[in-house]
């Protein structure tokens, strides 16, 4: 954006290998170990579960159908690496400068680069902008680095991650978890307390009781304290030593594969920022901004995942960023707009959501204040095959005092994501529970519920 | 005397059950005549009226069959391994679907039994204003008397008998979704959305298909706007040609006979090159339009006005006929969407009118719909054209994308057709008048877009929501390229 309004400018990425040594191209989490490929892979799942639709639906095939995880894994790779070279080609052509390397400031205005192979190159800027992102974060028990994978390893693994156990009850945690059973592997999913924190707990629940019953193996308040290797390979076996967190309860478990989505880390600790005097947050690392993104040194902004008390999602960097340049470049005053922003988690049943879950609506307007319409229903297209008739579920939260405004949407379903895009639009133009009546539905498809 | 019922409706539809539902919510005395004459190749139905049994409800789910026939092809990109060919089976698909609409058949009159609404399987008639003489299938007569009436027997597929042979040889969608046995090789002539959604389906399941078409696609979809439907329909069966969809453009058929083998002949004149050409199918399924079910309603004896082209009964913005106490909901109103949802909106409303229970009247306007081709098409308010014409085109501003769902990249499909625009007015806050939409789960994106537009959203709204990452839908809070630019609309990038 930047680069339109005729500014010089330059990005510095530099990807550090994970503990197992994978790394990647251009493009940063989402491209490469994040949105992107986890959806291509939930998509792979789904397909999984169309195929079981699908004789239903007429379709004559071999009773036996079998995933191959390397053409999947191959494929994914390929668009990425697509990807990578879409973006180097597009910042050549807004005339970007690109440096592989490894960013850090070492004094005002100036950051030193240091590339792959250890040479170092000094830049100096008028502005900064920090938008390192985060990475997986680690255990910190005997054999985690040396055993374990992470996200940033999943997608690009060359060889089936076999039976896996993921450790956490993220949102990362959920759609690998998912993903990997619909593939037909045999997955468990160990948490320390609840899923989706931050989530409106009602959903999360539901979304854990479909993956339950679909397969996915739940170990709950447990941790791990240690991982083995019993034997080498691609896979190999691991053994895995977890602790109740209710008391002195231990129990062991043999895997292929340990994937540990734990939560991530910001990548600020080691980028000089001492040098140039800009806070953050010593516990978390991230760093605390304005509405306008600018840290507390005012040449210095900074977006994305690092940021403090912001949500951690690739449309709201993107915006921000954007935003940010027009209002240094181009006169404009607009600030990016955090309330209100939809998200949507692609666990096999996917949830979309967009504004107050039940638990903050009741904490903020008081329970006598809000009014919950909730429905469970049944995709037409999951009729035929006989799946789940009581599983989809939607639920609006609305604010009594204010003329019934719609506060919160909730949706479990198939492709909530695209039912849930709409609803946000109309939520942001401060939709009332009587307009959302008042219009029709499209019949059939599960978002005229 | 006093009469039998507060209300009776005629004709068991999405709107009628709707009507007679509600108002037995209220505690009136309720009741639903409805019949089925057999179409002419003798398929019927039970309660449900044309969604449940031959149209939205058997048309998604074998839509849903093509569109996992498309899954197939894709499952061996994202690497699970199926031998293919694979073969799709129209007797088990069949079966199934019709088993799940016989259960709603069902559904529908344990409901009924539920709310206490007296359900009479038979045709209706009218005797005066107050009184209906009501004929089941043996010929028995029951007369039932009500102080509101509703009209709500919707229509049926017309048959183009101007053409020899077409009655005897041909089917309608009345009858498609009911076949025990694969319709083969189809023509479906000529375009309305039932046949493109009908050979759509056909099509993905493997069968060999041809649509016939006079001039231009989508012609009885939108009644406003003709031509603005050029662009979203060349787009439609564009894909659909792509997807192996036959297109006899500027062609009309001039006679249908019947073979030995019981395969059909079909005569064309082809409008272009000024030949005749023909060919054989085993099944002709026409779609030239629905008829309104008035003919035997005795509505002339009673004084209910049609219009005089269309057989369709005209009503006021209330529901109201031209005789007090009668009322019409549904798909055979005149000027009203035919369309489900509405029926069902305007009958729950009218039945809350009838009983004292609110004055709101149904909102007609920006009606969002869905057309099921292969390639979905969602929209919702006004076209291109229709606000040009409303607002002249230098207060219109269109901004439009090209663009690619995640999922067809690894399955390596192709997206040329996925385009989506947005029309608003040019001044001022920029209020959008329509959205259109073609690709993947249409209706599922459009949905929740039409509620803003019912809340009057404006382009800079819009702008201001986050997209959900990664969908097909956040291209629409993306949307920047204005057709007036020029510029290149493909969207690229992440």
């Given at each position: ?24 191209g ?23 579960q ?43 052509d807004?005339?970007?400068?690109y ?46 680095k ?17 039976k ?17 059973a ?34 996915v ?6 941790v ?106 181009a ?33 903020k ?43 919160g ?12 895009q ?16 008042n219009?029709v539905?499209?019949h ?6 | ?18 009507c ?72 088990v ?9 016989k ?21 209706g ?35 183009p ?13 009345d ?14 002539p ?14 993905g ?41 036959k ?88 000027g ?10 305007a009958?729950?409303?009218l039945?809350?009118?009838l ?26 308010g ?89 969908t ?23």
């Amino acid at each position: 954006e930047a680069a339109k309004y005729e500014k010089k400018v330059m990005v510095l990425d530099f990807v550090k290998p994970t503990p197992q040594g994978s790394s990647w191209g251009l493009g940063g989490t989402c491209v490469n170990v994040g949105c992107i490929p986890k959806k291509l892979m939930h998509q792979a799942a789904l397909l999984g579960q169309a195929l079981q639709d699908a004789r239903k639906f007429g379709w004559q095939f071999t009773e036996e159908v079998k995933h191959n995880w390397m053409t999947m894994t191959e494929s994914v790779q390929n668009y990425i690496g697509s990807l990578n070279w879409g973006y180097r080609v597009a910042l050549r052509d807004n005339k970007v400068t690109y440096e592989n390397a490894y960013g850090e400031f070492v004094g005002p205005h100036t950051i030193k680069a240091t590339n792959k192979r250890g040479v170092e190159k000094l830049y100096t800027a008028e502005r900064f902008l920090i938008a390192t992102g985060e990475r997986p974060r680690y255990l910190g028990i005997p054999g985690d680095k040396e055993y374990c994978i992470s996200s940033d390893d999943l997608f690009s693994l060359p060889y089936c991650p076999g039976k896996t156990l993921v450790v956490g009850a993220s949102y990362v945690a959920l759609e690998c978890a998912g993903f990997l059973a619909g593939l037909g592997l045999d997955v468990t999913v160990m948490v320390r307390s609840i899923l989706l924190r931050g989530f409106d707990q009602d959903m999360a629940n539901k979304i854990g009781e479909y993956m339950k019953e679909h397969g996915v193996n739940f170990i709950r308040e447990f941790v791990p304290i240690k991982v083995e290797q019993l034997e080498e390979g691609t896979p190999g076996r691991l053994k895995v030593t977890a602790k109740s967190t209710k008391g002195d309860q231990i129990i062991e478990g043999e895997y292929n594969t340990v994937l540990l989505a734990i939560g991530r880390d910001p990548c600020t600790r080691k980028i000089g920022l001492d040098k140039v005097g800009v806070n953050i947050n010593e516990k978390t690392g991230k760093i605390p901004v304005s509405d306008e993104e600018q840290t507390n040194v005012p040449y210095i902004y900074a977006i994305g995942d690092i940021l403090q008390d912001k949500l951690e999602l690739t449309p709201v960097a993107i915006q921000a960023g954007r935003l940010l340049v027009r209002r240094l470049y181009a006169g404009a005053t607009t600030k990016c707009d955090y309330v209100n922003v939809p998200t949507t988690v692609f666990t096999p049943l996917e949830y979309g959501a967009c504004g107050y879950s039940e638990e903050t609506a009741m904490e903020k307007f008081g329970e006598e204040n809000i009014e919950v319409y909730h429905s469970h229903f049944w995709p037409l297209e999951w009729t035929v095959p006989s799946r789940d008739n009581n599983k989809c579920y939607a639920k609006i939260i609305c604010n009594i005092q204010d003329n019934e405004r719609v506060i919160g949407f909730h949706v479990l379903g198939p492709n909530a994501g695209e039912v849930t895009q709409g609803f946000a639009a109309a939520i942001k133009c401060g939709m009332t529970k009587e307009q959302l009546d008042n219009t029709v539905g499209i019949h059939p498809v599960c978002a005229e519920v | 005397g006093k009469n039998e019922y507060d209300l009776l409706v005629i004709g068991g539809g999405s709107g009628g059950l709707a009507c007679a539902k509600e108002a037995a919510q209220f505690g009136r005395k309720v009741a639903v005549l409805d019949y089925v004459d057999p179409s002419p190749q003798g398929t019927t139905w039970g309660l449900g009226g044309t969604c449940v049994n031959v149209g939205c409800i058997p048309k998604k789910l074998m839509h849903q069959a093509a569109l996992l026939g498309s899954a197939l092809k894709d499952a061996p990109h994202y690497g699970w391994n199926i031998a293919h060919p694979v073969h799709h089976s129209w007797s088990v698909m069949a079966q199934a679907v019709q088993n799940y609409v016989k259960s709603l058949n069902w559904g529908h009159r344990v409901q009924l039994q539920d709310k206490k609404v007296k359900y009479l399987n038979m045709k209706g008639s009218f005797c005066d204003p107050h009184t209906v003489r009501g004929l089941t299938k043996a010929g028995k007569e029951t007369i039932v008397t009500a102080d509101n009436i509703v009209i709500a027997t919707g229509g049926r597929p017309k048959y183009p008998t101007h053409i020899a042979g077409a009655l005897q040889c041909g089917i309608t969608s009345d009858d498609l979704f009911w076949l025990k046995e694969s319709p083969g090789k189809t023509l479906t002539p000529f375009v309305f959305n039932v046949s493109l959604e009908c050979a759509g389906f056909l099509t993905g399941i493997g069968l060999d298909t041809a649509v016939m078409m006079r001039s231009i696609p989508l012609r009885g979809f939108d009644q406003a706007s003709m031509e603005h439907l050029t662009q979203m329909a060349s787009l439609v069966t564009e894909h659909m040609e792509s997807y192996g969809t036959k297109f006899l453009k500027r062609c009309f058929p001039t006679k249908v006979e019947k073979l030995e083998s019981n395969r059909l002949q079909v005569t064309w004149k082809n409008a272009d090159l000024g030949t005749e050409e023909t060919d054989s199918f085993d099944t002709v399924m026409w779609a030239v339009g629905r008829a309104p079910d008035s003919k035997t309603l005795n509505l002339e004896t009673v004084g209910v006005k049609t219009n005089s082209e269309t057989g369709k009964i005209i009503v006021d913005a209330s529901e109201a006929t031209s005789v007090p106490h009668i009322y019409a909901i549904g798909d055979i109103t005149e000027g009203r969407p035919e369309l489900t949802p509405t029926a069902i909106a305007a009958g729950k409303l009218l039945a809350q009118r009838l009983c004292g229970h609110s004055s709101e009247l149904m909102d007609y306007d920006s009606v969002p719909t869905t057309v099921f081709t292969p390639l979905e098409y969602g929209c919702v308010g006004l076209s291109e054209e229709a606000a040009v014409q409303r607002h002249g085109a230098d207060n219109v501003e269109v901004f439009h994308a090209y663009y690619k769902p995640l999922e067809f990249t690894v399955a390596e499909r192709d997206a040329t057709q996925c385009y989506m625009k947005m029309v608003c007015l040019r001044e001022r806050e920029q209020r959008i008048l329509g959205l259109h939409f073609i690709g993947p789960n249409a209706g599922e994106v459009i949905q929740g877009f039409a509620l803003g537009i019912k809340c009057g959203a404006t382009y800079p709204q819009l702008m201001k929501t986050v997209g959900i990452h990664p969908t097909c839908a956040e291209e629409v809070t993306k949307l920047h390229i204005t057709k007036r630019s020029g510029l290149d609309a493909t969207v690229t990038g992440c």
